[in-house]
C-alpha cells in the first residue's frame, strides 16, 4: 500500500517548501483550474553549488516568484535564478514544464525532454491543424454538433512557445548532467509517448512525474495522435519499474510515497478495469451491427467528475481514452 507523508497539510492546502534528501527539495507550484490544486517541481543542488529543476511548473508570474524566492534561499551566493543549471521535464504538459522558457531563459541553462517530446513540439510548430480533419475526428466520435466547436480548441493542443526552447533531447538510460549525483532517465510512455521517470539509485528515488500518482489515476495517450497504442505502452512501463518498487516516489502532483509498486500495478489495473468495462458496453451490441459512437461509450462509463461534470479539455481527454481502449480491445486479448 502507498503510504501517505506526514508534512502533507490535513485538509489539503498547498505544501511548504520539503527538503526530501540532502540536497534535492520538493517545491509546490499551483495551477488554474482542474481537480489537482498544484504540480510539484523539484530542485537538486549538485556537487558544483549548481541547482538541477525537474518540472518547474505552470508559467504565472505567482509561480515564478515562488521559484526565485526559493532559489535564491538555497543558492544565495549565486544569484538565485543564476544557480540553475540545468532543467529536465518529465514530459511535454504546461503544468509541468510551462514555466521552462523563463527559466531557461533567465538563468542560461539547457531544457532537456524525451526526443519524442521535443519532436511533437517541434512538428505542433510548423504543422498547422486542418480544423475539418479534427471536425471529421469528432463527427466520427459521434460528439453532438454543439461540443464539437468547443472541443476543437483542445484538439492537438500543446504548450505554445516550448519548440524553440528545448535544446536536449533525452533517451533511456541516459544521465543527467548533475554533478555528484546520478540521475537515470528510463522512457515510461503512456501519459504521453515521450514521458520519462527519472531515478536515483543511491538514494532509492524515483521521480515519477505523471506516470505514477498517489492519489489519482493519470490519463493516458495526453501528448498527441501515435503509432502505438498508450495503454499497451502504459503497461510496459509498469512492468519496467517492477525492480524499483521499493524506492520512495517522488510524483508531478500530490505526495511522495512508499509502494510504489503496489501504486504502479493499482493504475495499470485501473485502465484494464476501465477496457473491461467499455468491452461490456460492445458484448451488448448486436451482432453484425457496428459499434456505438465513441460519445456513446464514454457516456456510459463512470469518471470521477461524472461525466456531465466533464467539459473541455477534460471531456476530449475522456473520449479519447475511451477511443484508446476500443483500439486496444481491438488489437488483442485484454492482459
Request: glycine fraction near 14%; hydrophobic fraction near 40%.
Amino acid at each position: 500500500m502507498s503510504e501517505q507523508h506526514p508534512t502533507v497539510p490535513e485538509g489539503g492546502g498547498m505544501p511548504a517548501l520539503e527538503e526530501i534528501r540532502e540536497g534535492v527539495w520538493a517545491l509546490a507550484q499551483p495551477m488554474p483550474g482542474g481537480h489537482l490544486a498544484y504540480s510539484v517541481a523539484y530542485l537538486l543542488r549538485g556537487d558544483d553549488g549548481g541547482i538541477h529543476v525537474i518540472d518547474p511548473g505552470w508559467d504565472s508570474d505567482a509561480n515564478w516568484a515562488r521559484l526565485e524566492s526559493v532559489l535564491r534561499e538555497l543558492a544565495p551566493d549565486r544569484g538565485g535564478v543564476s544557480a540553475v543549471t540545468g532543467i529536465t521535464g518529465t514530459h511535454l504538459h504546461p503544468d509541468h514544464v510551462g514555466l521552462a522558457a523563463r527559466l531557461r531563459a533567465g538563468s542560461g541553462a539547457g531544457f532537456a525532454l524525451h526526443g519524442v517530446e521535443r519532436q511533437v513540439l517541434e512538428e505542433h510548430s510548423t504543422r498547422l491543424l486542418d480544423p475539418d480533419e479534427a471536425l471529421g475526428r469528432l463527427e466520427g466520435w459521434g460528439v453532438p454538433d454543439g461540443e464539437r466547436r468547443e472541443l476543437l480548441r483542445f484538439v492537438d493542443r500543446s504548450p505554445e512557445g516550448l519548440a524553440m526552447a528545448v535544446d536536449h533531447g533525452l533517451a533511456h538510460g541516459d544521465i543527467l548532467d548533475v554533478p555528484g549525483r546520478r540521475i537515470e532517465v528510463m522512457a515510461t510512455p503512456g501519459h504521453t509517448a515521450g514521458h520519462i521517470c527519472l531515478r536515483d539509485d543511491d538514494h532509492e528515488l524515483l521521480f515519477t512525474g505523471d506516470h505514477v500518482l498517489p492519489t489519482v489515476f493519470p490519463g493516458l495517450g495526453l501528448g498527441g495522435t501515435t503509432a502505438s497504442n498508450p495503454l499497451a505502452d502504459y503497461i510496459a512501463s509498469v512492468e519496467l519499474l517492477e525492480p524499483y518498487g521499493d524506492y520512495e516516489a517522488l510524483p508531478g502532483h500530490g505526495h511522495r510515497f512508499r509502494g510504489l509498486g503496489d501504486r504502479a500495478r493499482a493504475c495499470r489495473d485501473h485502465h484494464l478495469a476501465r477496457t473491461q468495462d467499455v468491452g461490456a458496453i460492445l458484448e451488448e451490441t448486436a451482432p453484425g451491427s457496428e459499434d456505438p459512437p465513441i460519445w456513446d461509450i464514454a457516456s456510459r462509463l463512470t469518471w470521477t467528475a461524472g461525466w456531465d461534470g466533464l467539459h473541455g479539455l477534460h471531456l476530449l481527454s475522456a473520449l479519447s481514452q475511451t477511443a484508446m481502449h476500443v483500439d486496444f480491445l481491438r488489437s488483442g486479448p485484454v492482459r
